[in-house]
């Protein structure tokens, strides 16, 4: 397995795509292998998680349910990319907001729901993004997505613009959350910050600012994020030549490698029989 295999947190700037980020990581580790586990908005900041080499091919196993944000709700504007980047397409007044009426608001979003993506994003609809139809101004329909939002927390307000965290479902989009903020305070609005904090157990708090990143940046091994026990085996042979090994295991799935090298995915199909999933080298 390539040495440089693995994991990297990188702290996104504003003004860069997710495309950016993983353009320049080529460079820096010499590869072509690279990918993440969910993009940002040009204009979010926050944690990108960053697949390298092999990792790539861990990508179905990571577990990344779980996103938290930090963001902030502008009252009195709605755009046609839900945040305060777009183009104007309807402004209106709006009760200033206060103590009690954000708290309740906030609230009231905490559950399973349905949430309609916006049309300014990369879900595809009859094999074409979203956002390829909003800019040639077609119309398609865009179905709800099931959804649930964990916690609602506030962290301040005035009386046009609310900052929250919010735990959310992947899948979930802030910029459709904040107009549906706005739209049940009796009025517009739209996204005027966002900044995700940890997707799954991963933290912005260990991420790496993408201007320090070399090839000596040390990478987070994917056995510490599949969710999933390590089985250390020895016959490397077995596993490079997707043979069936025998294990004494209880799981259904097992991550196999040597010598603190991730190889590969077993799924359990007898007793004690284990066959190769995936690959990872």
């Known amino acids: 397995m390539n040495p440089n295999s693995g994991i990297l947190l990188v702290n996104k700037e504003s003004?860069?795509?997710?495309?950016?980020?993983?353009?320049?990581?080529?460079?820096?580790?010499?590869?072509?292998?690279?990918?993440?586990?969910?993009?940002?908005?040009?204009?979010?900041?926050?944690l990108l998680v960053v697949l390298i080499n092999q990792a790539t091919k861990a990508l179905p196993y990571l577990k990344n349910d779980r996103k938290t944000y930090v963001a902030e709700?502008?009252?009195?504007?709605?755009?046609?990319?839900?945040?305060?980047?777009?183009?104007?397409?309807?402004?209106?007044?709006?009760?200033?907001?206060?103590?009690?009426?954000?708290?309740?608001?906030?609230?009231?979003?905490?559950?399973k729901q349905q949430q309609t993506?916006?049309?300014?994003?990369?879900?595809?609809?009859?094999?074409?993004?979203?956002?390829?139809?909003?800019?040639?101004?077609?119309?398609?329909?865009?179905?709800?997505?099931?959804?649930?939002?964990?916690?609602?927390?506030?962290?301040?307000?005035?009386?046009?613009?609310?900052?929250?965290?919010?735990?959310?479902?992947?899948?979930?989009?802030?910029?459709?959350?904040?107009?549906?903020?706005?739209?049940?305070?009796?009025?517009v609005g739209s996204m005027s910050a966002l900044q995700r904090i940890k997707v799954g157990n991963l933290s912005l708090d260990n991420a790496y600012r993408l201007e320090d990143v070399t090839i000596e940046t040390p990478l987070i091994d994917i056995?510490?994020?599949?969710?999933?026990?390590?089985?250390?085996?020895?016959?490397?042979k077995d596993i490079f030549n997707g043979r069936d090994i025998f294990l004494e295991e209880e799981a259904e799935k097992v991550l196999i490698g040597h010598e603190g090298s991730s190889l590969a995915v077993y799924i359990r199909v007898s007793e004690h029989r284990y066959h190769c999933e995936r690959g990872l080298w």
């Open 223 to 236: 056995k510490e994020i599949i969710p999933f026990s390590y089985v250390e085996y020895e016959n490397t």
């Open 15 to 46: 003004g860069r795509t997710s495309f950016d980020v993983c353009h320049q990581l080529q460079r820096v580790f010499f590869t072509k292998q690279i990918g993440h586990t969910g993009t940002l908005d040009p204009n979010a900041t926050g």
């Open 117 to 187: 993506p916006p049309m300014y994003s990369a879900i595809k609809v009859n094999g074409k993004k979203l956002y390829e139809y909003a800019r040639a101004n077609q119309q398609v329909e865009v179905k709800k997505r099931d959804i649930e939002i964990f916690s609602m927390q506030l962290i301040s307000f005035s009386e046009d613009s609310l900052a929250f965290k919010a735990e959310v479902s992947s899948g979930t989009y802030i910029r459709t959350l904040c107009e549906d903020m706005a739209e049940r305070h009796g009025s």
């Open 73 to 111: 709700m502008r009252l009195g504007k709605k755009t046609d990319t839900g945040d305060i980047w777009g183009n104007i397409i309807e402004e209106k007044a709006y009760d200033p907001l206060t103590s009690a009426t954000v708290n309740n608001l906030l609230e009231s979003f905490i559950g």
